[in-house]
């Protein structure tokens, strides 16, 4: 994730001592990443060469699987964030069942805390390991917990329709990501009929795990109405570089409005600097989230009386991924949580 090199250049307490990459190992960061040429910063080392002695904190960017087995043996002073998938879901069957491999790591599986910051705020603060959640899972779930928490929708038929840009399928050299692939089109991705069929999917066409967000989301959603969820979800890819919306489609419970559920978001939201609900009737856009920390979402009747639509947007880089991870580190740390994140969205 190298947005966080980006994030934390501006940061005013936090510097960077050690860069891990093994492929790229003994390169200068400004040599691979060219826009990041002006920065000093330490040359990559490959992991096992790596010295952990004078690091306070670790953003963990690994793939999954990996992830496991590098935190384990890390120093146990040291706070990690982890922006891969190995620590998000807490049951272990769960996690084999949908990424097709054993979990390594139970003892830390069982310590790690999910690092939704603006829902679990009070857990982030005394964790050692918080398990950054998926772009998919954090557009999703920030509006819909506390509608659910406040019961004024139907925990069935919640139906989410989820579009990213390309930067969420990875920087890897992919044919699907090919700009003649991308280009002038939009197509969806993981739909299968069955979970154990989605980890030989992924591994076919070399995709990266993003559609594994339902079960995800599904714990994060459980959790809030103490009683088990189930979503349709459905990703697609986007012929834009970053960015991402996600559409939700539910029932509202007897009795309940849009103005309630507006207003149930607004009480929500209104101290949070992070998560802005839109001004009645405004539509969020994703460019106007480009770059930047921030989650603008907004609640509209659906024209099938008793449903309601919500609209979410964020920067999948940012508050999707490496912004939260640092929002997240600054609250372990005892920093200002807004510490290093004010950047304002990028315009045109």
């Known amino acids: ?26 390169q200068s960061i400004g040599s691979v990443f060219p826009h990041l040429v002006s920065q000093d910063l330490p040359d990559m080392v490959a992991v096992k060469d790596a010295d952990f002695s004078s690091v306070d904190a670790v953003f963990c960017c690994l793939p999954h699987g990996t992830t496991q087995e590098i935190i384990k043996g890390l120093p146990k002073g040291i706070k990690i964030v982890d922006l891969s998938a190995d620590f998000r879901l807490r049951n272990i069957d769960e996690y084999e069942e949908w990424y097709g491999q054993p979990h390594s790591a139970p003892d830390l599986q069982k310590e790690a805390v999910y690092g939704l910051t603006e829902i679990l705020r009070d857990e982030i603060r005394n964790a050692r390991l918080v398990a950054n959640p998926g772009c998919y ?42 700009y003649t692939e991308i280009a002038e089109g939009i197509h969806s991705y993981g739909i299968t009929k069955h979970r154990h069929s989605r980890s030989l999917y992924f591994k076919l066409y070399n995709l990266k795990p993003s559609s594994f967000s339902a079960p995800e989301i599904e714990q994060g959603l459980s959790d809030a109405s103490d009683s088990k969820v189930t979503v349709s979800f459905t990703p697609h890819l986007m012929p834009m570089s970053r960015g991402m919306q996600s559409t939700i489609y539910v029932e509202m419970t007897p009795g309940v409005t849009i103005e309630d559920m507006y207003q149930q978001l607004k009480n929500s939201y209104e101290d949070e600097e992070f998560v802005i ?43 999707g991924a490496s912004g939260q991870a640092l929002q997240n580190l600054n609250l372990m740390l005892g920093i200002p949580e807004n510490t290093g994140l004010l950047y304002q969205p990028l315009f045109p």
């Open 1 to 26: 994730m190298i947005e966080i090199v980006r994030l934390l250049a501006n940061h005013s307490q936090f510097g960077i001592t050690l860069m891990t990459a093994d492929r790229k190992a003994g």
């Open 277 to 319: 609900l839109l001004e009645k009737g405004a539509v969020p856009h994703t460019r106007n989230v480009r770059g930047s920390n921030y989650c603008l979402m907004n609640v509209f009747p659906d024209r099938i009386p008793g449903r309601a639509i919500i609209i979410s947007v964020i920067d999948n880089l940012v508050k």
């Open 137 to 178: 899972p954090s557009s999703i779930q920030l509006p819909l917990v506390p509608l659910i928490k406040a019961n004024l929708i139907e925990l069935k038929n919640i139906i989410i329709d989820a579009k990213s840009g390309v930067s969420g399928a990875g920087r890897g050299a992919k044919e699907a990501n090919l």
